[in-house]
Nanobody, 121 residues
Framework: QVLLVESGGGLVQAGGSLRLRCAAS????????MGWFRQAPGQEREFLAA????????RTTDSMKDRVAISRDIAKNTVFLQINNLEPEDTAIYYC??????????????WGQGTQVTVSS
């Protein structure tokens, strides 16, 4: 079992930045990668970025490539998602996941509880 705990969400004004954090514990060697997704009310879960457990490979959704960066602290088993120039449309629950190095949410076996990000205009 892998336990994932997100933090760092909150209320931010448009144009601001946030750094989301995901702390992993448990049998993390079961996972090949960690990813970030988000889901807004009434919307499908959307892939944002992923990083391999070694940190050697990353991938980011094209639509947010200029505003999003994923990184990890291997020693602390933590993954970060930096989001810059936030827009009201970024308002959603942001989820961390562990699984395969993929943009498909079904390829991830473990999920955190999510952290709410709200962007005011």
């Amino acid at each position: 079992q892998v336990l994932l705990v997100e933090s760092g969400g909150g209320l931010v004004q448009a144009g601001g930045s946030l750094r989301l954090r995901c702390a992993a514990s448990g049998r993390t060697f079961n996972a090949r990668a960690m990813g970030w997704f988000r889901q807004a009310p009434g919307q499908e879960r959307e892939f944002l970025a992923a990083i391999t457990m070694s940190g050697s490979q990353t991938r980011t959704t094209d639509s947010m490539k200029d505003r999003v960066a994923i990184s990890r602290d291997i020693a602390k088993n933590t993954v970060f998602l930096q989001i810059n120039n936030l827009e009201p449309e970024d308002t959603a629950i942001y989820y961390c996941a562990a699984g395969y190095f993929s943009a498909v949410w079904g390829d991830y076996d473990y999920w955190g509880q999510g952290t709410q990000v709200t962007v005011s205009s």
